[in-house]
Structure formats: structure tokens, C-alpha cells
């Protein structure tokens, strides 16, 4: 269970990092250019894909850690 907890909260990490990188980068780049109503659709946009994508990204890096991390530890 303590495994498990880990590498939940491993994978939540993964996720807050990548989408505060997604959003500081949007924000810089393209806000400064849009209008009130494109800020609106493009941030339901990002709620329906982008977030979505960063949560699956997160769990299978995390998925993948725990297999590499399983075979290493077979090693010694």
C-alpha cells in the first residue's frame, strides 16, 4: 500500500509540473494576444484536452517508472 501511495503521488507531481509549464508558456506567449472571448474558449479548450492529456502522460510515465524501477531492483 505504501508502494502504491508513492507512486500515486509521484504521478500527481508529474502532472502539476508538466501543466504549470504548459500554462506559464501559454501565458507568456500567446495571452498577451488574444481577447477576452478567445481567452475563454482557449482555457475550455485546455480543460478538454490539455489537462486530460497530462493526467494520462503522467500516469504511464509513472507506470513505466515502476516497471524500470522493478527491474533494476531484480538486478542486486
Known sequence: MKTLLIYVILAVINF???FLIYNY???LQ???FLHEEQRVDSSLLMLETTLPAYLISSIIITIMFYFV???LSRRH
Open 30 to 32: 500567446a495571452t498577451p
Open 69 to 71: 524501477a522493478k527491474a
Open 25 to 27: 508558456s501559454f501565458n
Open 16 to 18: 502539476i509540473v508538466s
